[in-house]
Every structure is written in structure tokens, then in C-alpha cells.
């Protein structure tokens, strides 16, 4: 079992920036790519951005891109989401993701959840 938590969530203006934090126990991080999806009220959850390995590839969703940033340490076990120019539309809960080998966008893919943090980004 590899166990998830994230943190970080809380509300903001928008335009404002948020970073969110997602720490890993029980399995061997590196092994893992990971991935952050989030899920606004009454919408099916939807990829927002995920990270090789090594870190060295990412893949943002169009519609955070150039505004949204995935990143991960190995050596601490977390990978982190920053968030910048923050809209209303991007309020939701935030989910952190495991999967097992190369990353991808299709959270059925995934092999390990947390538990979500809110967003709540206010105009």
C-alpha cells in the first residue's frame, strides 16, 4: 500500500496562488508516477497534471497550463502542485495519485488516492 495525504488547499482571490502538498508513505516513491486530478461540485473528476518518475517529464491539462505546476522530491516521499493566477472555475477538490510506472491522464489508471483537498477560489 502506498498512502497519500494532501494538503495545502484553503481559499483565495482569484488571481492568487496556492500550493498543494502531497506526502507518501509504505512503498517506494520513485517507482511511482503521480498525478493530481480534481473534482468541482456536480463534475466528474478531471486530470489536471501529472509527473514521471524521475520528474524530469510532466503533462499539464489545457486548461491549467502555463499556470499550474507539478513537481515531486524523491528524496522526501511528496509531490507538490503550484498554482498560480488561480479562477473561480478552478475551485474543486484536489486529488493526489499514484501510479504504478510511466504517468497518465486517465485516473482509472491510478493505483492510490488521497483523500482530496479543497479549492476555493472566490471572484
Known amino acids: 500500500q502506498l498512502q497519500l495525504v494532501e494538503s495545502g488547499g484553503g481559499l483565495v482571490q482569484a488571481g492568487g496562488s496556492l500550493r498543494l502538498s502531497c506526502a507518501t508513505s509504505?512503498?517506494?516513491?520513485?517507482?511511482?508516477?503521480m498525478g493530481w486530478f480534481r473534482q468541482a461540485p456536480g463534475k466528474e473528476r478531471a486530470f489536471v497534471a501529472a509527473i514521471n518518475w524521475s520528474g524530469d517529464t510532466t503533462y499539464s491539462a489545457d486548461s491549467v497550463l502555463g499556470r499550474f505546476t507539478i513537481s515531486r522530491d524523491n528524496a522526501k516521499n511528496m509531490v507538490y502542485l503550484r498554482m498560480n493566477s488561480l479562477k473561480p472555475e478552478d475551485t474543486a477538490v484536489y486529488y493526489c495519485?499514484?501510479?504504478?510506472?510511466?504517468?497518465?491522464?486517465?485516473?482509472?489508471?491510478?493505483?492510490?488516492w488521497g483523500q482530496g483537498t479543497q479549492v476555493t477560489v472566490s471572484s
Open positions: 495519485a499514484a501510479k504504478y510506472g510511466s504517468y497518465s491522464q486517465r485516473d482509472q489508471m491510478y493505483d492510490y
Open positions: 509504505g512503498r517506494t516513491f520513485s517507482n511511482y508516477a
